[in-house]
């Protein structure tokens, strides 16, 4: 968490305010061994941000002196906005940009520091960057590593290198309306299936960013405005005590330290 949804989301805010603002002070509020020090930072002073991406679950800020930040969000990391010096809670950095000759602030916050804030022009290296850009190429890719593979397809969906930007939640969902068993080999497949697979995935992530993402009960997830996505409200098996088709009780299994609901009734009908 936050998984593509919820990065494309806040990318798409980040990018809505950022782009053509100038950077004109940062604050370091408290040390986090994955960000980078103030004097890396100053680097930036003055200069544009000219594009705002997202590499599968990596956002990328791009500026007018051909510095990067990169950043990986992990369990806990947020960026939030506002129109002044606030604080939300887990605050490490303070960005103050100017923007027309309004001035406003995004701060950076980790509850558990797994986040990362770094001046790099390393750009992530992804086999599949963003999981809604596949074409036929990657498809056929992801399709051959499957079905050569005696992982359980949980744990291949939750690879970023086989398909990247699915975690726990959409990976659950993907396999529910896939009515595929997470435990299910990945060469015990059929291309049809993997392909099923792969095209519910993608249905799965459109629908979670048109929902604005997930916001789980620890509302560790909001947008840079602060407000939380309703995918929650929307989850097809993921965390569900009855299955929403047939109104039996979802099991709920551990796959690679991860939780892995499905509803053996569904499966077996």
Not at 142 to 149: A, E, F, G, V, Y
Not at 174 to 196: A, F, M, Q, W, Y
Not at 249 to 261: E, L, N, Y
């Amino acid at each position: 968490m936050p998984e593509f949804p919820e990065v494309f989301t806040i990318t798409q805010n980040l990018k809505e305010q950022l782009v053509n603002s100038t950077l004109i002070e940062i604050e370091i509020l408290e040390f986090h061994p994955k960000v980078s020090r103030l004097e890396e930072f100053e680097q930036l002073k003055n200069h544009q941000i000219i594009n705002i991406k997202n590499i599968s679950k990596s956002i990328i800020f791009e500026f007018s002196n051909n510095k990067k930040i990169v950043s990986h969000l992990a369990m806990t990391g947020r960026f939030r906005f506002s129109n002044k010096q606030d604080l939300f809670g887990w605050d490490k950095v303070r960005f103050t940009f100017t923007k027309n000759g309004e001035i406003f602030y995004i701060n950076f916050t980790d509850t558990r520091k797994f986040g990362k804030l770094l001046i790099s022009n390393k750009i992530p290296n992804q086999v599949f960057p963003n999981p809604l850009d596949y074409q036929e190429k990657e498809i056929k890719l992801i399709i051959n590593k499957i079905l050569k593979s005696n992982k359980t397809i949980k744990e291949l969906l939750l690879d970023q290198n086989t398909f990247s930007g699915l975690g726990n939640i959409y990976s659950n969902d993907t396999l529910n309306i896939s009515k595929v068993h997470p435990n299910t080999k990945g060469n015990s497949l059929d291309e049809k299936k993997v392909r099923e697979i792969i095209f519910n995935a993608q249905e799965i992530l459109r629908e979670g960013i048109k929902l604005g993402g997930s916001s789980l009960y620890d509302k560790m997830y909001t947008n840079i405005y602060g407000k939380e996505g309703t995918y929650q409200d929307n989850f097809k098996i993921y965390n569900l005590k009855k299955c929403k088709n047939c109104g039996n009780i979802v099991t709920k299994i551990k796959i690679g330290g991860r939780g892995s609901f499905f509803c053996e009734y569904c499966l077996s009908n």
